[in-house]
C-alpha cells in the first residue's frame, strides 16, 4: 500500500500548523473576559514560568511581540550604534541581522560549517575588526551552535554575545538549555510555525540586569514604568517618565495566554518532534540526501526545522523535488535564502557567493520537508513514501 497514492485526492499537507490546544483556548478565553487583553498579569506569569522552565532565578525573562523585537531590544540595550560592527551568519533570515541595521551599526556575515551549518567560530573570529562589538550566533534548525568556541571568542576579544534562539527551545548544550549558556542575551521565538507559539511573540533572556533594566523600558515607548503597574491598584500612579525614545515592543496577555500552555508543553512537543525526525532519519538512511546533523550525544535537537539536502549523487535537481512534493500535495520550504543572494545585503556589502561556499551549497541543494507535531503517523508515513519515490526518480 502506497501512502501517497492517489495524489491528486489527498488533501493539502501543510509545510508546518500550529498545534493549540483546549488549555491555550481557554486561557485566551479567560483572558478576553477578565478585560485585561493587552500586557499585564498573563504576560508576567508568563515570564515567571519561563524563568522556572530555563531553572536560572538569576535570569531576567522579558516578553515581546516578535523575536525581531527582542534582539533589536538587546542589541540596543548593549549601546550598539553607527560605527560598530556586528558578525552573523548569512545563512539565517533576514531578522537576525536587520535589527543590526535598524541602530545604524554594520553587518559583518561569515559562512557556516557544513557539517552542522551553524556559524563556523574560526569565521568569527577571522571577521573581527576594532569596530567589532557583537556577535550573534543562530541556532540553525534547532542544533546547538558551539557556543563554547563562540563565547571564548567573545571573552578574548571583549566581545558582546546576543544569542539567535528563533529556533531552539529547547535546544542542549553540554546538558545546558540554550538560554542559560553565559551569552549576554539570548532571544526566543513563538512565531505561528515555532516549537512553540504565541501566534507572534519573543522573549528575551539575560542575566545582565541594566541589559534586562534597559529592555524592559525601551519595551514600552521608553516610560520608566509599564501600564500594568500604572493602573492598577498595588501601584496607584497616574505618573510615568519617558527616558528615551522607545519602542511598542510588548506582549498582549492575549498571547501570553497561548504562552503559558504552549510552554508547559513543549517537552512533549520535542519529543514528537524527535519521533518524527528518527522515523525520517530511518526511512531515508539510503537515499541520495545529506540527513540534517545531529545533536551531540546527551544534548537535545530542539527539531524546528527537518532540512534535506541532496547529496553530488542525486539525479533530480532542488526546485523539481519542491516542485514533486507540491505535486504530492505536500508543503516544502527553504531554510533559507542566504542573507548574501538577498538584494539589500548583497549590495549594501558587495557580497558574492564564492565568499559563503558552504552556505551556497546548502542553499542550492536544502529542502524542508514538514515536521510538526500536528502531523498524523499517516501524515508522517505519506511525507516519507513521497520523499523516497522522488528522490529516487
Ligand atoms: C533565525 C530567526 N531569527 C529571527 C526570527 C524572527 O522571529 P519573529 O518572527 O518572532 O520576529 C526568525 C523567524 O522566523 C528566525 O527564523
Not at 540586569?209 to 493602573?231: I, N, P, Q, T
Not at 524527535?274 to 546533523?293: C, G, R, S, T
Not at 541543494?365 to 526518480?393: E, F, G, H, K, N
Request: aromatic share 8%; net charge negative.
Amino acid at each position: 500500500m502506497s501512502a501517497e497514492l492517489p495524489q491528486s485526492e489527498l488533501p493539502f499537507l501543510p509545510f508546518a500548523l500550529p498545534e493549540i490546544g483546549e488549555d491555550e483556548i481557554n486561557e485566551v478565553v479567560d483572558t478576553l473576559r477578565s478585560g485585561w487583553v493587552t500586557t499585564g498579569p498573563k504576560a508576567k506569569r508568563f515570564e515567571a514560568d519561563f524563568a522556572a522552565f530555563l531553572n536560572e532565578p538569576q535570569l531576567e525573562c522579558i516578553a515581546v511581540n516578535s523575536a525581531t523585537a527582542g534582539l533589536h531590544l538587546a542589541l540596543e540595550a548593549m549601546g550598539i550604534g553607527p560605527g560598530d560592527e556586528v558578525i552573523t551568519t548569512t545563512h539565517t533570515f533576514t531578522a537576525t541581522a536587520e535589527v543590526v541595521r535598524y541602530l545604524g551599526a554594520d553587518v559583518v556575515l561569515v559562512d557556516i560549517d557544513p557539517l552542522t551549518l551553524n556559524i563556523d567560530p574560526k569565521l568569527v573570529e577571522a571577521a573581527i575588526t576594532p569596530k567589532t562589538r557583537c556577535i550573534i550566533p543562530v541556532h540553525y534548525a534547532g542544533l546547538a551552535v558551539d557556543m563554547i568556541a563562540i563565547l571564548d571568542i567573545a571573552r578574548r576579544h571583549g566581545l558582546r554575545v546576543l544569542e539567535d534562539a528563533a529556533h531552539a527551545l529547547p535546544t542542549t548544550l553540554e546538558k545546558e538549555l540554550i538560554g542559560t549558556m553565559g551569552s549576554d542575551a539570548t532571544v526566543f521565538s513563538f512565531y505561528a510555525n515555532k516549537t512553540m507559539t504565541t501566534g507572534e511573540g519573543g522573549m528575551l533572556v539575560t542575566r545582565n540586569a541594566e541589559l534586562a533594566k534597559r529592555a524592559r523600558v525601551m519595551r514600552l515607548h521608553g516610560m520608566s514604568r509599564d501600564a500594568f503597574d500604572r493602573f492598577t491598584a498595588t501601584v496607584p500612579s497616574w505618573y510615568y517618565e519617558i527616558v528615551a525614545p522607545g519602542f511598542k515592543y510588548n506582549m498582549t496577555d492575549i498571547a501570553a495566554a497561548l504562552g503559558i500552555h504552549q510552554l508547559k508543553r513543549i517537552g512533549a512537543f520535542q519529543a514528537r518532534r524527535e519521533q518524527i525526525a528518527a522515523a525520517y532519519n530511518n526511512a531515508f538512511a539510503d537515499l541520495p540526501l545529506i540527513l540534517p546533523p545531529q545533536a551531540p550525544e546527551g544534548d537535545v535537537h530542539s527539531w524546528h526545522l527537518y532540512v534535506l539536502r541532496l547529496s553530488d549523487e542525486a539525479s533530480i535537481a532542488r526546485d523539481a523535488f519542491i516542485e514533486a512534493m507540491y505535486a504530492a500535495s505536500i508543503g516544502c520550504s527553504v531554510h533559507y535564502i542566504p542573507l548574501h543572494l538577498q538584494p539589500y545585503w548583497r549590495d549594501r556589502y558587495g557580497l558574492r557567493a564564492e565568499q559563503f561556499p558552504h552556505s551556497q551549497k546548502a542553499y542550492e541543494r536544502s529542502i524542508s520537508i514538514p515536521l510538526y507535531t500536528a502531523m498524523t503517523d499517516a501524515d508522517v508515513q505519506r511525507v516519507i513514501a513521497a520523499v523516497r519515490r522522488i528522490a529516487l526518480s
